[in-house]
């Protein structure tokens, strides 16, 4: 049986990046058209060299509940703020940070280096985002309980910007908040020509499923051949 309860923020949160609050990844100084943005999965030695990046833990190690939306939301408005940085700027992001399912974060790896390659060298590099009213939802399935994030972004360059919403699904693995997906699907993104519209995110396990993978993978490959 499946319980869900969902909270809305009326209010507006502003994501807007503060040395205090969110880490600034570190922009790349090479300025190549041909550059590869570094979202490589570290190895653990190399993970703890990484000494400044941030954990984001649950309430309870053994269990999620919505008392963890807070720290989730953080995890996902971290997480947008690298992402967008990566693929307008050619900035650092650790993926390892965010995921913990590898097929995730190769995806999501892709993904960056696509979006930059069309993107990253248009000279308009982003400055901050900000999140709208977002919605957070707690489902406890039989498979496996999750928070459900909906966050309308505005992404902020230092000349005009942009909006497109993106939905999260987080999980407590080992007492630590992870994103289980990650969908952007405003018309014309890649995840709406890659993985499809319309799509329904609630399922966390997707990534676990190596048919459904293999056929993404294939998509992801297509996709950058047919953007070259």
């Known amino acids: 049986m499946k319980f869900a309860y969902l909270f809305v923020v ?75 940085k990566a693929v307008w700027n050619g900035s650092d992001i650790e993926l ?9 974060k190769q995806y999501t790896q892709k993904k960056i280096q696509s979006q930059y390659d069309l993107k990253g060298n248009l000279n308009s590099k982003v400055k901050n985002i900000e999140i709208d009213a977002w919605e957070v939802e707690y489902t406890d399935d039989v498979d496996g309980d999750y928070l459900y994030l909906y966050l309308p972004v505005h992404i902020k360059k230092f000349t005009g910007g942009y909006g497109e919403s993106t939905e999260f699904l987080v999980q407590n693995v ?7 997906d990650w969908y952007t ?31 993404l993978t294939s998509k992801q490959i297509e996709f950058s051949g047919s953007t070259r």
């Open 10 to 84: 009326l209010f507006t949160l502003s994501a807007c990046v503060k040395d205090t609050s969110i880490d600034a990844p570190i922009v790349l100084e090479e300025s190549s058209a041909d550059r590869t943005v570094n979202t490589e999965i570290t190895s653990d030695t190399e993970q703890n060299v990484l000494q400044d990046s941030p954990e984001y833990v649950a309430k309870n190690e053994a269990e999620l509940s919505i008392q963890d939306s807070e720290m989730a939301y953080e995890l996902c408005v971290s997480a947008l703020t690298d992402y967008y």
């Open 96 to 104: 390892d940070t965010f995921i913990d399912n590898d097929n995730l």
């Open 174 to 180: 080992n007492g630590k908040l992870v994103i289980a």
């Open 185 to 215: 699907g405003g018309k014309d993104t890649y995840d709406f020509m890659v993985r499809g519209e319309n799509i329904t995110i609630d399922n966390p396990g997707i990534w676990n499923d190596s048919e459904w993978v293999e056929i």
